[in-house]
Nanobody, 126 residues
């Protein structure tokens, strides 16, 4: 069992930066891959980034490459999402997720993840 709690969301302006955190509980945190997704009302949950356990290899949606950085601190059971140059279209609820899936082919799919946080709202004003 992995419990996830996101924090760090808020209201920012276009071009601002924000860092989201996801604190996990559970002794097997270092053995799960972690992902960030976002969702706006009426749309499907969208993949943002993921980081694999052990290797810490990272994956990003194309539109986030170069602006978003995912990282993890296994000693703190925490995963981070650093976002820069935010735009209003990125306003969404951002979710942290965890999976025991050890592959790579489906790491960008929401259905791959077994555990989810409650989400944190990010609002980017123009």
């Amino acid at each position: 069992q992995v419990l996830l709690v996101e924090s760090g969301g808020g209201l920012v302006q276009t071009g601002d930066s924000l860092r989201l955190s996801c604190a996990a509980s559970g002794r097997t945190f270092s053995r799960v891959s972690m992902g960030w997704f976002r969702q706006v009302p009426g749309k499907e949950r969208e993949f943002v980034a993921a980081i694999r356990w052990r290797s810490a290899i990272t994956y990003y949606a194309d539109s986030m490459k170069g602006r978003f950085t995912i990282s993890r601190d296994d000693a703190k059971n925490t995963v981070y999402l650093q976002m820069i140059s935010l735009i209003p279209e990125e306003t969404a609820v951002y979710y942290c997720a965890a999976t025991y899936y050890s592959g790579t082919s489906y790491i960008n799919l929401a259905a791959t993840y077994e555990y989810w946080g409650q989400g944190t709202q990010v609002t980017v004003s123009s």
